[in-house]
């Protein structure tokens, strides 16, 4: 039997907390989009996409972009 880590299940539960448009957010940033390139593709401000990073970050408690992208990377390759 293999024991999930208390933390795989804390980002998980994290994604869920995601709203649409934050997930969507970081499908750009995983196309290596920039906030300004993100906003202009999602007819946005660049201070809105900048804000909706931020509060990715903090929802699944991390600190870069990069780390964000794992995030959700390595939740979808658990869900296969």
Request: glycine share 4%; aromatic share 2%.
């Given at each position: 039997m293999v024991k999930?880590?208390?933390g795989r299940n804390?980002?998980?539960s994290a994604l869920r907390a995601l709203t649409p448009?934050?997930?969507e957010?970081?499908?750009w940033i995983a196309e290596g989009k920039r906030?300004?390139?993100i906003a202009a593709i999602l007819?946005?401000?660049v201070r809105t996409v900048e804000q909706h990073v931020r509060t990715c970050l903090r929802k699944l408690n991390v600190e870069t972009r990069t780390a964000?992208?794992?995030v959700v990377w390595r939740s979808r390759s658990?869900?296969?």
């Amino acid at each position: 039997m293999v024991k999930e880590s208390p933390g795989r299940n804390r980002k998980s539960s994290a994604l869920r907390a995601l709203t649409p448009r934050e997930r969507e957010i970081l499908h750009w940033i995983a196309e290596g989009k920039r906030d300004s390139e993100i906003a202009a593709i999602l007819n946005l401000g660049v201070r809105t996409v900048e804000q909706h990073v931020r509060t990715c970050l903090r929802k699944l408690n991390v600190e870069t972009r990069t780390a964000a992208c794992a995030v959700v990377w390595r939740s979808r390759s658990d869900e296969s």
